[in-house]
């Protein structure tokens, strides 16, 4: 099966299993203190900064809430998109598992601006309300839109301001780099974020994201509320390989990059059809666009996909690093031929 559903659909990268494969020579000492997971972390600091932490977790779901527990209290608050991951596709697991509220921004991009996060300051010391600490955003968004460095710098600048912290969503943040045509760092520690969900798996790991503090404040007790997060691995050499052969060479661009050029190509073929309206910039490795309901149906037969929106017919359509071009022009051919039917 080839889809378009999503790229965590995509199978793991060869040269991932290959790191896996001799990772698993031998013994190695339990829960990171092994080689792989050192090697892992320089690896890290050489994209983030030298002051930067890492915690690898199984999952972006434990490293978004783990980010929340490690920078909010009981009492405080997030300020996100109302379309943020963490707002929509964690089945509250910001709220039942780290205790945070989420106060949700309506956007139309997927994308906070400024003023969306002093929007929700107006209570700041009232102690009836929940108090804002954190300002969360998703790159890139959850839409396929992605936030420029001076974008992230501009929010870093109005939240450390008010004395809040800026955490990212980086799922997809190789995707935006790659776009953007700079380094990760660029889109976080240059641009003043204090934490981040770095991800892996939707760009061709078989699993594991990570937890980077680049506030050191952040710190201390950041460990302990990993374990307690049940996001400490016994085998640790395991999720560090994969970020070793991630994140040490270049991997991480060329599989992104790839994704994204097979999204471009995508919206392209689509923008030919006239029943089918895009409704998003194509930015990263996500199209979103308008399909009339009939076809939906006919092409999901053959090529998975989802609906986004229910009420207008909006489908999501995700681009992986193994999708191919001839992927991109089957499935295009299929749903104008749908189209046409319909």
Known sequence: MKSFASDNYAGAHPEVLAAIAEANEGHAVAYGADPWTARSEATLRSHFGSESTSLLVFNGSAAN??????????WEAAICSAHAHV???????????????????PTSDGKLTP?????????????????PSLVSITESTELGTRYAPGEIAALAEVAHAHGLRLHVDGARLANAAAAEGVGLGDLTTRAGVDLLSLGGTKNGMLFGEAVVLLDSHLRNG???LRKQTLQLASKGRFLAAQFVAMYEGDLWRRSAAHANAMATRLAGRLGRIPAVRITQPTEANGVFAIVPAAATRAARTTWPFYTWEPTTGEVRLMCSWDTTPEDVDEFSEALAQACAGA
């Open 65 to 74: 809430v783990l980010c929340l527990r490690i920078a909010c209290r009981p």
């Open 87 to 105: 707002n929509v596709d964690e089945a509250g697991a910001p709220e039942a598992v780290a205790g945070i509220k989420l106060l949700a921004v």
């Open 115 to 131: 003023d969306d996060v002093l929007s929700q300051l107006h209570r700041v010391g009232d102690e009836h309300a929940v108090q």
């Open 222 to 224: 950041a460990v302990n």
